[in-house]
């Protein structure tokens, strides 16, 4: 009851703390009451209207397409690569892109899920983007697809037996339900390639979240005309993609290329 008694004088008193002792001619509790009321209503308001707020809408509203999952995968040295499973809900027919490290969680979730994996995309021959490619090769019989400027970096890893698929020349790779755009990117590496499917990008080691994936190796010299390309290859062939095309990486969190086009440093 004491609570009670204390919260009718909160309402009811002057919302200045300085008149507490010497209250203002104007002063109404009635007055008072409805001040605290109308503060309660703006409040409440404008927490349901930022709700309301469509500006991040489009990544819910994408939900209708393909199916996306990331499964964030530890590579030696303590760091880490994302992989993707891809799905068509209707047919369930599924691809995998870069498994870059053997992944027991991915498989597991395919035969849950009752998926049929059609292939295995890799945007690049780097070992930690490939690296994974024979622990599927022993549970899925699945095809692998790889760029073949990349053949000869993905055989340190894989080994020179593991047979790839070449991406097709047109950049147009039919999958069961699912169709996925090829776009050639070399820089990070001579067959790095990005995937597009639907309105969803993974950009391999290309384009980062407010980042680019530096080349290996080589001279200096190389080593700068390799980032100049890679430059090029993001500035012609992924900057022109609508803004809300959304970009999953392989490695770090996911952006838009729209959100690209206006912070990333490296490219603008
Ligand atoms: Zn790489």
């Given at each position: 009851m004491q609570r009670l008694g204390l919260m009718r004088a909160f309402f009811t008193r002057p919302p200045f703390p300085c008149f507490d002792n010497r209250l203002p001619p104007w002063y109404k509790p009635a007055m008072m009451r409805a001040f605290w009321t109308l503060t309660?209503?703006?409040?409440?308001?404008?927490?349901?209207?930022?709700?309301?707020?469509?500006?991040?809408?489009?990544?819910?509203?994408?939900?209708?397409?393909?199916?996306?999952?990331?499964?964030?995968?530890?590579?030696?040295?303590?760091?880490?690569m994302n992989c993707y499973l891809v799905w068509d809900p209707g047919t369930r027919q599924a691809l995998v892109i870069d498994p870059g490290?053997?992944?027991?969680?991915?498989?597991?979730?395919?035969?849950?899920?009752?998926?049929?994996?059609?292939?295995?995309?890799?945007?690049?021959?780097?070992?930690?983007?490939?690296?994974?490619?024979?622990?599927?090769?022993?549970?899925?019989?699945?095809?692998?697809?790889?760029?073949?400027?990349?053949?000869?970096?993905?055989?340190?890893?894989?080994?020179?037996?593991?047979?790839?698929?070449?991406?097709?020349?047109?950049?147009?790779?039919?999958?069961?339900?699912?169709?996925?755009?090829?776009?050639?990117?070399?820089?990070?590496?001579?067959?790095?390639?990005?995937?597009?499917?639907g309105d969803i990008l993974f950009s391999g080691d290309t384009l980062f979240a407010g980042g680019i994936g530096k080349g290996h190796g080589g001279t200096p010299r190389q080593r700068r005309a390799n980032l100049q390309l890679e430059i090029d290859s993001i500035r012609r062939r992924l900057l022109p993609l609508p803004p809300l095309t959304r970009v999953f990486p392989g490695h770090g969190p996911a952006t838009t290329i729209g959100a690209e086009r206006a912070f990333n440093r490296f490219v603008r």
């Open positions: 309660l209503l703006v409040v409440l308001g404008a927490g349901l209207a930022a709700q309301a707020d469509p500006g991040l809408g489009f990544f819910e509203e994408a939900a209708a397409g393909p199916q996306v999952k990331a499964f964030v995968l530890s590579l030696d040295g303590g760091w880490t490290a053997p992944a027991p969680v991915l498989l597991d979730f395919v035969r849950k899920q009752g998926l049929q994996v059609l292939a295995v995309l890799n945007t690049h021959g780097h070992y930690d983007h490939v690296g994974g490619n024979a622990r599927i090769a022993a549970s899925l019989e699945t095809r692998f697809y790889l760029h073949r400027a990349d053949r000869s970096l993905a055989a340190k890893t894989t080994g020179p037996e593991f047979v790839f698929s070449d991406y097709p020349e047109d950049g147009r790779l039919r999958l069961g339900s699912l169709e996925v755009e090829i776009i050639r990117t070399p820089g990070h590496s001579p067959g790095s390639v990005c995937l597009k499917i």
